[in-house]
């Protein structure tokens, strides 16, 4: 009898199984008042139909088109959705046809966001960085990256992913003793349990943080801005650098950074052009109260000697365009996404030690300077890749560069790697700690997930044009917030909570 019934079955699971998949959940991104980019990946040669509706039941198809998922891509593909009303709750879904059987369709999945207003109306915003760094992978029985699963349950507008997003250069191990004996047990993939080098592997790095089931509801539900900064390619790289690190075989950072540039756009929801299909910074309008401006601090700069006089940070075209872009923006908040934070002082960062500017300081400079002599009001600088959480406030008045108005830069991280604990600041362009939290020494260094110490933050702009800052933590937590006027007058205020 069973075996009867089995042999029935096995034809309908065999056609079933024969189904094209989508593989890895979905994505949206650098999403507009009227447009937004829309991800997904299947697993064969597949044509995409994407439909998108102002209803959960797509009773109104507000938006159809098609992507190829193709080989040459990984069987990844993403499409521009344009035309779409603004202000909107926009439903998606994406359905795979199998390019060798036409009539064989797969499974929809479905997915959502919220295009921004033409008018007035509150903006919310979660940004971080650093995921699967220093060895920490998914522990499935530790939640998996739960910092994923809190940012979700804010429910924000979008979320700007400051860099950092794999460690292609931090293989994962199966397991990684804890202080006090107890064991972090890693799901293994083939092509993370090596430095990625091959364009498989970098590759392979998206595809470990999309096995994660946190992260592929956030995905779903949640569009991302993203940008890079130096574990998509190798540690610390600039383009004409030899990486002479241990396991390298190919040790140009520039080869080596052509392929990870490709994996980047081929797994994260990015726009493209035609001009520059590669390029990463651009310019996101969330309606008249926001722009964000995402640079790129890798793909232009030169060595790593922060003291250097002919050191580059983002190269002339770059600065010349976020100059530009910045005076003529008409947003009430000027928000710049960076990958790394101004005036900590690290060999790989901006800031080289006290005194005047020298070297990438140079950019940064000129840059400051620009934006007082245009006028240019209400900039908030976001970044994330030193591990821990600061507010940061710059003034020139304790500044040994004085040609620049204040402005506050926040720093949140890890979502999920090591934690450190804070950095020296330098006087440059005189920075002041309003808040830090990060491992202290009795806790060391590369401090684990599971203790807590992940971070992320979170902004509010109100109709009126108040922003609010907060530092958070994987518990949901409010850690710190400012809240901060749109003129940024003497009217800002603190609150430490618990």
Same mark, same amino acid.
């Given at each position: 009898?069973?075996?009867?019934?089995?042999?029935?079955?096995?034809?309908?699971?065999?056609?079933?199984?024969?189904?094209?998949?989508?593989? %890895?959940?979905?994505?949206?991104?650098?999403?507009?008042?009227?447009?937004?980019?829309?991800?997904?990946?299947?697993?064969?040669?597949?044509?995409?139909?994407?439909?998108?509706?102002?209803?959960?039941?797509?009773?109104?198809?507000?938006?159809?088109?098609?992507?190829?998922?193709?080989?040459?891509?990984?069987?990844?593909?993403?499409?521009?959705?344009?035309?779409?009303?603004?202000?909107?709750?926009?439903?998606?879904?994406?359905?795979?046809?199998?390019?060798?059987?036409?009539?064989?369709?797969?499974?929809? #999945?479905?997915?959502?966001?919220?295009?921004?207003?033409?008018?007035?109306?509150?903006?919310?915003?979660?940004?971080?960085?650093?995921?699967?760094?220093?060895?920490?992978?998914?522990?499935?029985?530790?939640?998996?990256?739960?910092?994923?699963?809190?940012?979700?349950?804010?429910?924000?507008?979008?979320?700007?992913?400051?860099?950092?997003?794999?460690?292609?250069?931090?293989?994962?191990?199966?397991?990684?003793?804890?202080?006090?004996?107890?064991?972090?047990?890693?799901?293994?993939?083939?092509?993370?349990?090596?430095?990625?080098?091959?364009?498989?592997?970098?590759?392979?790095?998206?595809?470990?943080?999309?096995?994660?089931?946190?992260?592929?509801?956030?995905?779903?539900?949640?569009?991302?801005?993203?940008?890079?900064?130096?574990?998509?390619?190798?540690?610390?790289?600039?383009?004409?650098?030899?990486?002479?690190?241990?396991?390298?075989?190919?040790?140009?950072?520039?080869?080596?950074?052509? #392929?990870?540039?490709?994996?980047?756009?081929?797994?994260?929801?990015?726009?493209?052009?035609?001009?520059?299909?590669?390029?990463?910074?651009?310019?996101?309008?969330?309606?008249?109260?926001?722009?964000?401006?995402?640079?790129?601090?890798?793909?232009?700069?030169?060595?790593?000697?922060?003291?250097?006089?002919?050191?580059?940070?983002?190269?002339?075209?770059?600065?010349?365009?976020? &100059?530009?872009?910045?005076?003529?923006?008409?947003?009430?908040?000027?928000?710049?996404?960076?990958?790394?934070?101004?005036?900590?002082?690290?060999?790989?960062? @901006?800031?080289?030690?006290?005194?005047?500017?020298?070297?990438?300081?140079?950019?940064?400079?000129?840059?400051?300077?620009?934006?007082?002599?245009?006028?240019?009001?209400? @900039?908030?600088?976001?970044?994330?890749?030193? %591990?821990?959480?600061?507010? %940061?406030?710059?003034?020139?008045?304790?500044?040994?560069?004085?040609?620049?108005?204040?402005?506050?830069?926040?720093?949140?991280?890890?979502?999920?790697?090591?934690?450190?604990?804070?950095?020296?600041?330098?006087?440059?362009?005189?920075?002041?700690?309003?808040?830090?939290?990060?491992?202290?020494?009795?806790?060391?260094?590369?401090?684990?997930?599971?203790?807590?110490?992940?971070?992320?933050?979170?902004?509010?702009?109100?109709?009126?044009?108040?922003?609010?800052?907060?530092?958070?933590?994987?518990?949901? #937590?409010?850690?710190?917030?400012?809240?901060?006027?749109?003129?940024?007058?003497?009217?800002?205020?603190?609150?430490?909570? &618990?």
């Amino acid at each position: 009898m069973l075996a009867g019934l089995g042999s029935i079955a096995s034809p309908y699971l065999s056609f079933a199984a024969s189904r094209p998949l989508l593989t %890895h959940g979905l994505q949206s991104g650098d999403v507009t008042a009227e447009a937004a980019v829309v991800w997904a990946r299947a697993d064969r040669p597949s044509r995409l139909l994407v439909e998108a509706s102002t209803t959960e039941s797509f009773s109104d198809i507000c938006c159809s088109t098609f992507a190829d998922a193709l080989p040459e891509s990984d069987f990844t593909a993403k499409v521009l959705l344009d035309e779409l009303p603004a202000g909107q709750q926009i439903f998606y879904r994406v359905r795979p046809q199998d390019l060798a059987q036409s009539t064989m369709w797969g499974e929809a #999945r479905t997915g959502s966001f919220r295009t921004a207003a033409d008018d007035a109306r509150p903006v919310s915003i979660v940004w971080s960085g650093d995921v699967a760094g220093q060895g920490w992978g998914i522990d499935d029985a530790r939640g998996g990256m739960r910092a994923f699963r809190t940012m979700l349950n804010n429910r924000p507008d979008f979320f700007i992913h400051c860099g950092d997003s794999i460690y292609a250069d931090c293989p994962i191990q199966r397991e990684l003793k804890l202080p006090g004996g107890d064991v972090w047990r890693n799901l293994v993939t083939e092509e993370k349990a090596e430095i990625a080098q091959s364009l498989a592997q970098f590759r392979g790095n998206y595809k470990y943080n999309l096995l994660d089931a946190n992260v592929r509801a956030f995905n779903a539900e949640v569009p991302t801005l993203a940008l890079w900064d130096d574990h998509e390619v190798a540690n610390d790289w600039w383009p004409t650098r030899t990486i002479d690190e241990a396991g390298y075989v190919d040790r140009s950072a520039l080869q080596l950074a052509a #392929r990870a540039s490709r994996a980047f756009h081929e797994y994260m929801p990015t726009r493209q052009t035609l001009a520059e299909p590669g390029r990463i910074y651009r310019k996101i309008a969330y309606g008249p109260l926001l722009d964000v401006f995402l640079i790129d601090m890798r793909s232009y700069r030169g060595p790593n000697d922060a003291r250097d006089p002919r050191g580059s940070l983002l190269g002339a075209r770059q600065l010349a365009w976020l &100059g530009r872009e910045l005076a003529a923006s008409k947003a009430v908040w000027k928000v710049i996404a960076a990958d790394m934070p101004i005036g900590l002082v690290s060999p790989d960062a @901006i800031a080289g030690g006290d005194g005047a500017p020298e070297g990438r300081e140079n950019e940064i400079a000129g840059l400051l300077t620009h934006i007082k002599r245009n006028g240019v009001k209400n @900039i908030v600088w976001l970044t994330a890749d030193m %591990h821990y959480t600061a507010a %940061h406030f710059y003034d020139p008045g304790r500044a040994v560069f004085q040609d620049f108005e204040p402005f506050w830069e926040f720093m949140s991280g890890p979502l999920h790697a090591g934690t450190w604990g804070p950095a020296p600041l330098d006087n440059t362009f005189g920075p002041q700690v309003r808040y830090q939290n990060g491992c202290s020494a009795a806790q060391g260094e590369n401090l684990a997930p599971c203790f807590g110490l992940q971070f992320f933050g979170r902004v509010d702009i109100e109709p009126n044009g108040v922003m609010t800052v907060t530092l958070k933590d994987i518990a949901d #937590r409010d850690l710190w917030s400012v809240k901060l006027d749109p003129e940024q007058r003497a009217t800002v205020k603190f609150a430490k909570r &618990g």
